[in-house]
């Protein structure tokens, strides 16, 4: 059974600062998926890494993938306020594009000034 | 992208009765996804819903609970039957559209069952 772990679990950072959310999963995979989700409100797709040394990036987030590692990381740069929300990470089932997605508990990330 | 509409966005039942929820979107699709996501927790995959086949269903979900049509390839609608408190979640819907690698999810319908 896949299992997909993120840490922290909560992260309150001060406006400005920089850290990371780290997403750990079991079994192998090169599809995985993050997500931010304000809260009442759906998911908002964030990135999708296909493959091994992926990297992308929008604005103050950036994410990477580590297959070999079993490894996902988004970091965030310079954080502001706007960015308070809940992170998810997810992977792909079968790792065979089933689209299926297993999903963290979720880094619920609170920026103060 | 795909615009996914979701109804009821929320309802309050009772228990022991059914609700129907619908998904619509804005353009064909062949895969179609539904979640749960109980209070304050993450999201767990439900059933596959492939217009054209039967849908498949997760360990830990049943098609006599969870009932599921997929009459097109631009509308689902999940049943949760003989609700129970526990049943109490908000339910996703989601898609792959247009080829593309991302998923997208609708609004969801948050479902309290007294």
């Known amino acids: 059974e896949l299992k997909v772990e993120q840490n922290p679990l909560f992260l309150s950072m001060q406006e400005g600062k920089n850290y990371t959310i780290y997403c750990n999963y079991s079994t192998t995979s090169d599809r995985l998926y993050w997500y931010r989700q304000d809260p009442g409100k759906s998911l908002e797709s964030l990135f999708v890494?296909?493959?091994?040394?992926a990297v992308k990036q929008e604005g103050r987030l950036m994410a990477s993938l580590d297959t070999k590692a079993r490894l996902s990381t988004l970091h965030i740069t310079a954080a502001v306020h706007d960015l308070s929300a809940t992170y998810f990470c997810?992977?792909?089932?079968?790792?065979?594009?089933?689209?299926?997605?297993?999903f963290g508990k979720g880094t619920k990330l609170s920026v103060i000034p | 992208s795909a615009v996914i509409s979701q109804k009821p966005s929320r309802d309050i039942c009772q228990r022991g009765t059914s609700l129907t929820i619908q998904c619509q979107v804005d353009s064909q699709v062949t895969m179609m996804f539904w979640y749960r996501q109980q209070p304050g927790q993450s999201l767990t995959l439900i059933a596959t819903?492939?217009?054209?086949?039967?849908?498949?269903?997760e360990s830990g979900f049943v098609i006599d609970k969870f009932p599921i049509s997929r009459p097109n390839l631009t509308f689902s609608t999940l049943t949760v039957s003989n609700m129970s408190p526990e049943d109490s979640s908000i339910y996703l819907c989601s898609v792959r559209a247009g080829g593309l690698e991302k998923l997208f999810f609708g609004s969801g319908t948050q479902l309290s069952v007294l």
């Open positions: 819903a492939n217009q054209g086949s039967e849908a498949t269903y």
């Open positions: 890494l296909l493959s091994n040394g």
């Open positions: 997810a992977v792909d089932h079968s790792g065979a594009g089933s689209y299926q997605l297993t």
